[in-house]
């Protein structure tokens, strides 16, 4: 099956700072969304981007499917961005199968 | 408030019994999975539905089954719960393809 893995698996930031989270998958997908689960446990869509460039406030996504990877931009980190990031891949369009990675594991530091 | 109701929140089972975990969305999504995550790793998918009446196998189907009630409401059913089933279950819905995933909250279940 597909693999997806993500780098790095721990990072720690202080606020402020800028960081860059990198999603590869080993084979062509049709869908791929980013995910953040809060230190509480909460899962929340960040970006639903199969391909090209989302931003949304702070964060910003690229999904290069050709090449087989995507990035999650975090710019100005704040404290609240704390939590786990997880990248998903759905194969096959319709089969609705999304594969996650396990995960980039960020601590922003006050 | 809209989103994806989960219940119950928590839940310990002795082994080789049975439970049904509920799930609704208030939506109007066509599609609902059901996802597993244990320690230090993403979550896997169980089952999902991608439309009302039709249910499909994910990754780790086997101790599990599903029903899509309507539109609103997918459960998910352990027949004879196993130590191995203790994990973090999250329920979610989307439109089809995936755009507009929500989570709900979890159910932690611990099977002794």
């Known amino acids: 099956g597909i693999q997806v893995e993500q780098s790095p698996p721990d990072l720690i930031l202080q606020e402020g700072a800028n960081s860059t989270l990198r999603c590869n998958f080993s084979d062509s997908v049709n869908n791929l969304q980013w995910f953040h689960q809060n230190p509480w446990g909460q899962l929340i869509n960040l970006f639903y981007?199969?391909?090209g460039t989302k931003q949304n406030g702070r964060l910003s996504a690229t999904t290069v499917a050709t090449e087989r990877y995507s990035l999650l931009y975090i710019s100005s980190s704040q404290t609240t961005d704390s939590g786990v990031y997880f990248c998903?891949?759905?194969?096959?369009?319709?089969?609705?199968?999304?594969?996650f990675g396990t995960g980039t594991r960020l601590k922003v530091l006050a | 408030n809209a989103g994806v109701t989960q219940t119950p929140k928590f839940q310990v089972l002795k082994t080789g019994q049975s439970m049904t975990l509920q799930c609704a969305q208030d939506?109007?999504?066509?599609?609902m999975y059901w996802y597993r995550q244990d320690p230090g790793m993403g979550l896997r998918l169980i089952y999902y539905?991608?439309?009302?009446?039709?249910?499909d196998k994910g990754e780790v189907p086997n101790g599990y089954n599903v029903s899509r009630l309507n539109k609103r409401e997918f459960s998910l059913r352990l027949e004879s719960a196993a130590p191995s089933q203790t994990s973090v279950y999250f329920c979610a819905s989307s439109e089809m393809g995936g755009d507009g995933y929500t989570f709900g909250s979890g159910t932690r279940l611990t099977v002794v």
């Open positions: 939506m109007n999504h066509n599609s």
């Open positions: 981007i199969p391909s």
């Open positions: 998903a891949v759905e194969r096959n369009s319709g089969t609705y199968k999304y594969i």
């Open positions: 539905s991608a439309s009302e009446g039709t249910t």
